[in-house]
């Protein structure tokens, strides 16, 4: 995990930290996460936000969009649209399907 900071954490009933993961720039703090849903399938935490690099296992890969393991709070899956856009919203369909909403696909 990145060293830079967290952007996103699950806390306890008792109010500790269970886990804490990066889904942002964590050197220059440009990008934020905009939206976020749990998967009622499996718990698993969907997270939308701007796109970057500076996230928990980015490797220079983009990504707007990540599956969080709501367990352990590893990154299981990224996803890029392959535009610079902010994935604003993120909803869960009753039949698993993720829907995300962003500020503009050109």
Do not use: C
């Not at 899956?77 to 962003?102: C, E, M, P, W």
Request: charged content about 20%; overall charge negative; cysteine-free.
């Amino acid at each position: 995990k990145s060293d830079a900071g967290f952007s996103l954490m699950r806390i306890s009933a008792a109010g500790a930290v269970d886990w804490a993961v990066n889904v942002m720039d964590g050197t220059t703090r440009s990008v934020r996460q905009e939206g976020m849903a749990i998967d009622p399938a499996d718990g698993n935490v969907l997270v939308g936000g701007d796109r970057n690099t500076g996230w928990d296992g980015a490797a220079g890969r983009q990504a707007n969009q990540w599956r969080i393991d709501a367990a352990t709070g590893d990154i299981l899956r990224h996803y890029d649209l392959d535009q610079n856009v902010s994935v604003l919203a993120v909803a869960v369909t009753a039949d698993g399907k993720i829907v995300f909403g962003t500020d503009h696909v050109p």
